[in-house]
């Protein structure tokens, strides 16, 4: 069975850092890209970022770009996102998504395959 499990979340005051990690199992992504997206209350699931299958290339939605990293670990299975300068409004559950179909799905929720179920980040101003 396939799992993404999230983790790293918290409360946090604005202009903090939090680091999310996902841990896949039963199943390698070392050739799959894998993404983040987030959703807030009342509101559709949307992109955070993404990463391709060897880290050489990422993608970040314009709201996230210069504060938010991803990254991955190969060998541990994991990806991670290095959130800083957290606002207020990047307050949200986030989600890990892996595609088997792609080893650089971007932005499209389509392209992904499995999802974790999520870990709470909540920005205080």
């Known amino acids: 069975q396939v799992r993404l499990v999230e983790s790293g979340g918290g409360l946090v005051q604005a202009g903090g850092s939090l680091r999310l ?23 559709e699931r949307e992109f955070v970022g993404s990463i391709n299958w060897s880290g050489g290339t990422t993608y970040y939605a314009v709201s996230v770009k210069g504060r938010f990293t991803i990254s991955r670990d190969n060998a541990k299975n994991t990806v991670y996102l ?5 606002k207020p409004e990047d307050t949200a559950v986030y989600f890990c998504a892996g595609s088997i179909r792609s080893d650089d799905p971007g932005g499209n929720p389509v392209q992904y395959d499995y999802w974790g179920q999520g870990t709470q980040v909540t920005v205080s101003s």
């Open 21 to 43: 990690s996902c841990a896949a199992s039963g199943r390698t992504f070392s050739r799959n890209g894998m993404g983040w997206f987030r959703q807030a209350p009342g509101k």
């Open 82 to 86: 290095q959130m800083n300068n957290l």
